[in-house]
């Protein structure tokens, strides 16, 4: 199964590959999470996107693809892989395509998650990482008393949540401009290709989840 997850920041994308990683054992690929990475390593690439990221804007093209490529290129991919937030305008995509196509593993579907403008700040808002384990979790929807409850599996301690820099209410307003100019024309794009599918992914996480893995059976 190859899919992308296409969605504006909060939609769930990640939450989303999260759970269809443990159903598929299949990898999920973030470019936000191997960027967050090479940032937090400060490696060249990292100084490199890292003004970009905390300005809400695109990092280089040039910088994705070559990541891109290379993850794509590991073995653990064969059997599928899940985009997440890549591409993001339509260089990337035809350049996926172009990648694709030259490793004979063209795209199965493109699941489009739709949710409310007013909803996506509201969650973005709410969303926290584990700095030890990277568990993303919304302290808006978490039920009370959970996350005292349960314990970081790395560290067997609670977990130590912090905000994203880029989650702070400006660069969420640029983040959104940004999906709305850039990747949006990517809902034509992938429709035009026959691998568009659209879910409505507001309401609780079991409920979005069905609706996903419907989409993708069909
Ligand atoms: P995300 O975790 O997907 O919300 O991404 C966080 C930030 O990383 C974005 O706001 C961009 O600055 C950068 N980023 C992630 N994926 C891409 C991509 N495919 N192309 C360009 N920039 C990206």
Do not use: W
Not at 177 to 187: A, F, H, S
Request: glycine residues 10%; contains cysteine; aromatic residues 4%.
């Amino acid at each position: 199964m190859r899919i992308v997850l296409l969605g504006a920041p909060g939609s769930g994308k990640g939450t989303q590959s999260q759970r269809l990683v443990e159903r598929h054992h299949i990898p999920q690929i973030s470019t936000g999470d191997l960027l967050r990475a090479a940032v937090a390593k400060g490696t060249l690439l990292g100084l490199q996107a890292q003004e970009a990221m905390a300005a809400g804007r695109l990092v280089a093209d040039e910088i994705v693809l070559g990541m891109i490529r290379e993850r794509l290129g590991e073995s653990d991919t064969r059997e599928g892989f899940i985009l997440d937030g890549f591409p993001r305008n339509l260089a990337q995509a035809r350049a996926l395509d172009e990648l694709l196509r030259t490793i004979g593993q063209p795209l199965d579907a493109v699941v489009q998650l739709n949710v409310d403008y007013g909803e996506l700040s509201r969650r973005i808002a709410g969303r926290r990482t584990c700095s030890d384990c990277g568990r993303v979790v919304n302290l808006l929807t978490l039920p009370a008393g959970a996350l005292e409850q349960e314990r970081c599996p790395k560290t067997g301690q609670p977990h130590r949540l912090f905000q994203r820099p880029d989650d702070n209410e400006a660069t969420v307003a640029q983040r959104l401009r940004v999906y709305d100019e850039q990747t949006c024309p990517l809902v034509d794009y992938f429709r035009g290709q026959g691998l568009l599918r659209s879910i409505d992914a507001e309401g609780d996480l079991e409920t979005v989840s069905a609706r996903l893995a419907q989409a993708l059976a069909g």
